[in-house]
């Protein structure tokens, strides 16, 4: 078996004061992949970025990038990967290409080998080569940020939250340059809030939630399993109250004549549900469904690992 990309063995971290941001984390994130961390607010996920970053000290257990201990080869460990991270953190006063190049000398890249405008025009910021870093908008930093994780040429490249503050139509660019990037080899890492993003790029995904790993499998099959489907449900009169029925889980009247309904696919279809709207007489004048996406597994899977 190819070794993995990353490999986190019972990985736990308490910050000082008692707070246990993870509990025993155990995740293989595989070579060549777009693989996905979700979680809500505050579960852990830059937390676990921040150790493989080297920038949080774990309390126990393991962790190996590109097959190399962070603990007993660090040096090697931390050639292999880049972190773009969430806070946007920049002296103001170097340009883009300055920022590259410290960046470069830091890693020991030779000047022969280093790749600054290379790397400045894949994130559209060649004209901005020799600008002050503070003058360049919150997209651009970001966007240099990734140029500058990119240095040193690691096979793991790691985005913490990286569309935050991203316009659509650089935000399109940024996964245009990633999805490059992995195609040539170069493993990604990503957190997002975005979970249609990560549905769209993430050949893989992973949830944590409360520090805690919720579930790790193939994109296709986490949304495979959606269970909640919605359907919105216009009728032929104006209602004071929704109708109920066991067969709903959830139903809200939306304006006076339409009704949201929720319900669980692995229990009841379709037909049944308009067929409880239509038992009082109702008549139905429109349907629309949706399918399942990320957001309903997302949500009913932490809803579960909460309660
Ligand atoms: N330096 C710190 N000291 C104490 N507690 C912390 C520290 N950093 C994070 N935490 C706590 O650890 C938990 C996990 O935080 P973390 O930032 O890893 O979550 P997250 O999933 O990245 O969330 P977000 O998406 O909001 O960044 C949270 O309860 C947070 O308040």
């Given at each position: 078996?190819t070794?993995?990309a ?17 509990h025993?984390?155990?995740l293989?994130?595989?070579?060549g992949?777009?693989f ?18 080297g ?9 190996s990038?590109w ?9 090697n ?15 103001p006063?170097?340009?883009?290409r ?26 559209h ?11 360049l908008s ?7 940020l ?7 040429s ?22 245009d340059?990633?999805?490059?990037l992995?195609a ?16 769209e790029?993430c ?6 939630n ?7 499998e193939p ?8 269970q ?14 929704a109708p ?10 939306k ?10 696919k ?29 957001e ?5 899977l932490t ?5």
């Amino acid at each position: 078996m190819t070794e993995a990309a990353i490999s986190i063995r019972g990985l736990s971290k308490i910050y000082k004061g008692g707070k246990q941001a993870l509990h025993g984390i155990d995740l293989d994130i595989p070579r060549g992949q777009i693989f996905g961390l979700l979680g809500p607010n505050g579960a852990g996920k830059s937390t676990t970025i921040n150790i493989l970053a080297g920038l949080v000290n774990k309390s126990a257990g393991e962790v190996s990038i590109w097959g190399f201990d962070i603990d007993r080869d660090p040096r090697n460990a931390k050639a292999s990967i880049g972190i773009v991270p969430q806070e946007i953190v920049f002296d103001p006063f170097f340009t883009p290409r300055e920022t590259l190049e410290n960046q470069a000398g830091f890693y020991g890249v030779p000047k022969a080998k280093r790749r600054t405008m290379e790397l400045l025009g894949k994130v559209h910021l060649i004209d901005k080569a020799d600008a002050y870093a503070r003058s360049l908008s919150g997209g651009m930093k970001r966007r240099l940020l990734v140029a500058k994780a990119m240095v040193h040429s690691p096979p793991v490249l790691v985005l913490d939250e990286p569309t935050a503050g991203v316009d659509v139509e650089l935000r399109q660019q940024l996964w245009d340059y990633v999805r490059e990037l992995n195609a040539l080899g170069v493993t990604i890492v990503l957190t997002t809030h975005y979970l249609e993003e990560a549905e769209e790029l993430c050949d893989r995904i992973a949830i944590i939630n409360h520090g805690r790993l919720i579930t790790n499998e193939p994109t296709r099959d986490l949304v495979g399993r959606a269970q909640e489907k919605a359907v919105e449900v216009t009728v032929d009169r104006d209602l004071d109250a929704a109708p109920d029925a066991p067969c709903f889980d959830k139903i809200e009247l939306k304006g006076t004549r339409t009704l949201v309904i929720i319900y669980d696919k692995s229990r009841v279809n379709a037909g049944e549900v308009l067929a409880a709207v239509q038992k009082d007489g109702l008549g139905i004048v429109d349907v629309s469904t949706r399918e399942a996406d990320l957001e309903d597994v997302f949500l009913s899977l932490t809803r579960s690992a909460n309660g």
